[in-house]
């Protein structure tokens, strides 16, 4: 009896260094950082951390303009580098789909920008758009595109470009990685069929290709929408949000709010609102990846 309950125990024993680690790594962490979301908690003023205030943090965001519109940027941000990178990485699987020779080499290659940090990319594209020394100012004037240095970084559509195109350049590998995988995975039948019947390439994309890839961009858009959603090394490093907040995100104003402002109750607050946010971005992905599967399975 008593070897039969050393055996039971035996897993969980095992168990509980992993679960030590995660819970002084993760689980508390979060509890602390939930618990000061409901504080007046100031860096500068340690005492604060037990000066409880409810709700209050949570109810001031709701009429915060302050957090609507980095917020409202964001989306925006996160839409214009989804819709452009999931087009990317279909037109970049499509052409190597379509290579017979040296495709184990492109695929390599392809994700290199993928292994780079993103403070490396931000820092790599701060140089490029620099004003005086960029290489794309120096490259437009030496064309004779323009005659004068392109403010990339100060003009504030500008420098959103330019964190976009950055974004953009690092990270479409991850759907044209998924995407190929999709093109590896899906059967000649159909094609081979849609072709007999008289179907145009066109055709055949947009009902049979298209479709069955849209499972593979779904899960891409959910993997890439947490990480759009928290995006701030980027941005910090190439405009820190600027200039006059034309860039700020939510998560370089929480980093704001709390190190720069001291304000760290509240920076707390606005994480948890904007992780809800970045869930429910998951949850509309999922629900358009149980969609499209469901889609397939009636084509079947």
């Not at 979060?30 to 209050?56: A, N, Q, W």
């Not at 437009?140 to 559509?157: E, H, I, K, R």
């Not at 420098?159 to 995407?179: K, P, R």
């Not at 145009?200 to 290709?209: G, K, L, V, Y």
């Amino acid at each position: 009896m008593l070897f039969r309950r050393r055996e039971r125990a035996t897993p969980y024993l095992l168990l509980m260094p992993a679960l030590a680690i995660m819970a002084f790594v993760v689980v508390i962490p979060l509890g602390f950082s939930l618990y000061t979301s409901f504080t007046g908690y100031r860096l500068i003023k340690p005492e604060t951390i037990s000066d409880f205030v409810g709700l209050r943090n949570y109810q001031r965001i709701l009429t915060d303009l302050e957090f609507w519109v980095p917020f409202g940027r964001t989306v925006l941000f996160l839409t214009v580098a989804l819709n452009i990178e999931f087009l990317l990485g279909l037109g970049i699987a499509l052409l190597i789909n379509q290579v017979t020779w040296g495709q184990r080499t492109l695929r390599t290659i392809m994700m290199f920008p993928m292994m780079f940090s993103p403070i490396l990319v931000g820092f790599q594209f701060k140089f490029l758009f620099n004003d005086n020394i960029g290489v794309v100012n120096n490259a437009l004037q030496s064309l004779g595109l323009t005659g004068f240095a392109v403010p990339w970084l100060v003009d504030g559509f500008l420098a959103f470009f330019s964190i976009t195109f950055a974004e953009v350049w690092m990270s479409t590998s991850v759907f044209a990685i998924l995407l190929l995988a999709g093109l590896f995975a899906m059967p000649r039948d159909p094609i081979e069929a849609a072709r007999v019947d008289g179907c145009n390439p066109w055709q055949t994309f947009r009902h049979i290709t298209l479709p069955f890839l849209m499972p593979f961009a779904y899960i891409a858009m959910a993997i890439r929408s947490l990480d759009v959603a928290r995006a701030y090394d980027i941005v910090k490093v190439m405009t820190a949000g600027g200039p006059a907040g034309r860039t700020e995100l939510l998560w370089t104003l929480i980093a704001r709010t709390g190190y720069e402002n001291s304000r760290m109750g509240m920076a707390n607050s606005m994480a948890y609102v904007s992780t809800i946010l970045s869930l429910l971005f998951t949850w509309y992905f999922y629900r358009k990846l149980v969609a499209a599967r469901r889609y397939m399975g009636g084509l079947e």
